[in-house]
């Protein structure tokens, strides 16, 4: 079997990342080696009590940082220092089932012509009767999200799923497809849009298979409290700017229902802070292409 490294960036959450390690040193099949890019401002004795739980074919390379500003900084600083073949991503708010790992290196022998494959995740809820349809109604070309559908089907599919994109917290790739091609070191913070702006600049072959199952438990410090518009409108205004400028009719589509999910969300709340908050993602996303671009 190929080798694997697990990567996992994490912030002030000492005790889920504890969590989400117990369930990667208690599969049935372990990784050689498990990389932890830790950007909280004190680390304190999290890698002490790390390497207490760490079975002894495993290697643990432990990386504090805190001037690492985000996400996709981090797995490209995992990148690096990391050996084996296949590289698994994962969030440290997420619990692996004991097979997860067997599953995956298996779904690889399967898949060859896989360039990546992602997990998923057992209590992704389905989404809400206005979300459902707002993204069949506004989310066009590129910008649908293929991978909603197989998570809203988990429960009945038992093969893998081709798709166009993988989610960050549980996606893995095959090293030699990767090449040279990094995570953009533009992003900061929880880097949205980081993994399908990857996926989309590999060109690559992508599945997910439902027999790799995990729990994200979405613990919700370090993320963002405003309007669900603004983190949507930041990851598509990027990705569009930085890959998919000629579908400017869908983008526009796309913004016009950002505009009336926001007005309702003002309705609602009986405040304008959605319209403000989708209005700061797009100038955010904006923002990231303008330090790309020279």
């Known amino acids: 079997m190929p080798g694997l490294t697990i990567v996992i960036p ?5 005790n889920a990342l504890a969590q989400a390690l117990k369930s990667i040193f208690e599969q049935t099949v372990l990784p050689q080696e498990v990389i932890v890019v830790d950007q909280s401002p004190k680390s304190g004795d999290a890698e002490s009590e790390l390497m207490k739980m760490l079975p ?3 290697r643990l390379d432990y990386a504090w940082n805190p001037a690492i500003p985000g996400c996709a900084v981090a797995r490209n600083v995992a990148i690096e220092r990391a050996h084996e073949d296949i590289l698994l991503f994962l969030d440290d708010d997420v619990t692996l089932y004991p097979d997860f790992i067997e599953r995956l290196l298996a779904s690889y022998e399967e898949n060859h012509g896989a360039t990546g494959i992602s997990g998923i995740p057992v209590n992704y809820a389905m989404p809400g009767k206005f979300f459902y349809y707002w993204s069949k109604i506004f989310t066009r070309g590129p ?3 293929d991978r909603f559908p197989v998570y809203w089907n988990a429960s009945s599919l038992t093969r893998p799923v081709k798709v166009s994109q993988m989610s960050g917290g549980m996606m893995s790739f095959k090293r030699a497809s990767l090449g040279k091609t990094r995570f953009d070191s533009n992003l900061k913070g929880v880097s949205d849009g980081e993994d399908v702006d ?3 600049r590999l060109k690559g072959t992508y599945f997910i298979d439902p027999r790799c199952k995990l729990t994200h438990h979405f613990n919700s410090s370090g993320r963002e409290k405003d309007h669900w518009t603004r983190r949507h409108a930041r990851a598509y205004t990027y990705l569009y700017l930085r890959n998919w400028r000629p579908h400017k009719i869908a983008y526009a589509w796309l913004n016009a229902g950002w505009l009336l999910a926001a007005l309702l969300g003002c309705v609602s709340r009986r405040s304008l802070s959605p319209l403000r908050a989708m209005m700061a993602g797009r100038v955010e996303g904006q923002e990231c292409i303008v330090a790309v671009e020279p």
């Open 198 to 200: 990857l996926c989309v």
């Open 10 to 14: 994490t912030k002030n959450r000492h």
């Open 56 to 58: 002894a074919s495993v």
């Open 143 to 145: 910008f649908w999200n």
